[in-house]
């Protein structure tokens, strides 16, 4: 099956700082959305980007589905911002909807 | 809020329990699926349904099982529980006819004892 690599695993940042996080595909996907885990736990979505560019606030992904591999960019970053960020995909050749998950970048912003 | 609710939020039991989670999807989705999230597993997939039919199986020990009721809501049943099943166990609905787009409910931790 298809294999998502996330990376870095951990992320220390001073309030204020930019970063990206980078998801690697093992085969093409559909489907790729990136998600927010809160330390309460909960799964926020933050962009479905199967391709291109997308931008949100301080927070933007681009998706280059021919090399396999998708960005997340969060800039001036926040306290708020601390938890883990994943990204997921379905498999191009899948008949299902089901997700594969990264193993995700934890993000600690320092004030 | 994604607008899936997952109830309880927090579930403590015994070892050999059974325990039901209980989901219930976005207004107008047909798709329910269910992961699972362990500290040595990471987030994995478990069982889709839709419409009240399963639709594909992934990681999903054989002393668990789920259903899609007529209202669209679904149920996952841990039976025989032991201590590694303890993991926070996610929901999620997509639309019908695109973008295929899960949105995640808050989940359902589970600690067994």
């Known amino acids: 099956g298809i294999q998502v690599e996330q990376s870095p695993p951990d992320l220390i940042l001073q309030e204020g700082a930019n970063s990206t996080l980078r998801c690697n595909f093992s085969d093409s996907v559909n489907n790729l959305q990136w998600f927010h885990q809160n330390p309460w736990g909960q799964l926020i979505n933050l962009f479905y980007?199967?391709?291109g560019t997308k931008q949100n606030g301080r927070l933007s992904a681009t998706t280059v589905a021919t090399e396999r591999y998708s960005l997340l960019y969060i800039s001036s970053s926040q306290t708020t911002d601390s938890g883990v960020y994943f990204c997921a995909g379905r498999g191009g050749s899948s008949n299902t909807g089901k997700l594969i998950f990264g193993q995700g970048t934890t993000l600690q912003v320092k004030p | 809020d994604s607008g899936v609710t997952q109830t309880p939020k927090h579930l403590i039991t015994a070892t050999g329990q059974r325990v039901t989670l209980r989901c219930s999807p976005r207004s107008g989705d047909l798709s329910v699926y269910w992961y699972q999230q362990s500290l040595d597993q990471g987030l994995q997939f478990l069982i889709h349904?839709?419409?009240?039919?399963?639709?594909a199986k992934g990681n999903i020990l054989e002393r668990f099982s789920a259903q899609q009721f007529p209202d669209l809501h679904s149920e996952l049943n841990l039976s025989s529980l032991e201590l590694g099943d303890s993991a926070l166990y996610f929901c999620?609905?997509?639309?019908?006819?695109?973008?295929?787009?899960?949105?995640f409910g808050a989940g359902t931790r589970l600690s067994v004892l």
């Open positions: 980007i199967p391709s």
């Open positions: 999620a609905s997509s639309p019908v006819g695109g973008p295929y787009i899960q949105y």
């Open positions: 349904y839709y419409n009240g039919e399963e639709r």
